[in-house]
């Protein structure tokens, strides 16, 4: 898997809060970590990646290019 690429953080964020298991939350710190990217800001590019590649709408895809 190739490392995720971070880019400049929008100017408006908005906080969520997700439940997950502990067992996934330690596989995800473990990967950032092997990346050097703290876990919240990993979940978000994972977040950003998917919708990237799921995405038809071309206005998210601009947005999120």
């Known amino acids: 898997?190739?490392?995720?690429?971070?880019?400049p953080t929008p100017e408006?964020?908005?906080?969520i809060k997700v439940r997950?298991?502990?067992d996934?939350?330690?596989a995800?710190?473990?990967?950032a970590k092997a990346q050097g990217t703290p876990y919240t800001r990993y979940i978000r590019l994972l977040m950003e990646r998917e919708l990237l590649q799921s995405s038809s709408n071309p206005v998210l895809n601009e947005v999120l290019a």
């Open 20 to 22: 997950v298991p502990d």
């Open 1 to 7: 898997s190739q490392p995720i690429q971070d880019k």
């Open 24 to 26: 996934v939350l330690d």
């Open 28 to 31: 995800v710190k473990d990967c």
């Open 12 to 15: 408006r964020q908005v906080r």
